[in-house]
Nanobody, 126 residues
Framework: QVQLVESGGGLVQPGDSLRLSCAAS????????MAWFRQAPGKEREFVAVTSQRTGSTFYADSVKGRFTISRDNAKNTVTLQMNNLKPDDSAVYYC???????????????????WGQGTQVTVSR
């Protein structure tokens, strides 16, 4: 049974940093593409970042490029999202997602991922 458990969310001020973690179990982690998506109230779920061990690909949404960094630790079965210089528009529930066979052209599409965590809330506000 695949489980993804996110942690690290919270309430921060603009310009602050947060580090989100996703602990994965029940899968051969190094074979999986791992991604972060987010969803704000009233908005569609949107792509944030992705890392694929299998293809060597790492991509970011334009809105977070240069501020967010995705990384993975295959020994610990974890993927992290380091978020710097946070802005109010970054406020959302952040979800970890995993898929074994997703192709590069589909990595930004949330519906293509098989497994999801429960999400962690990030709020950026004064």
């Amino acid at each position: 049974q695949v489980q993804l458990v996110e942690s690290g969310g919270g309430l921060v001020q603009p310009g602050d940093s947060l580090r989100l973690s996703c602990a994965a179990s029940g899968l051969s982690f190094r074979r999986y593409t791992m991604a972060w998506f987010r969803q704000a109230p009233g908005k569609e779920r949107e792509f944030v970042a992705v890392t694929s061990q299998r293809t060597g690909s790492t991509f970011y949404a334009d809105s977070v490029k240069g501020r967010f960094t995705i990384s993975r630790d295959n020994a610990k079965n974890t993927v992290t999202l380091q978020m710097n210089n946070l802005k109010p528009d970054d406020s959302a529930v952040y979800y970890c997602a995993a898929d074994e066979r997703i192709i590069v052209s589909q990595m930004r599409v949330w519906s293509q991922y098989d497994y999801w965590g429960q999400g962690t809330q990030v709020t950026v506000s004064r």
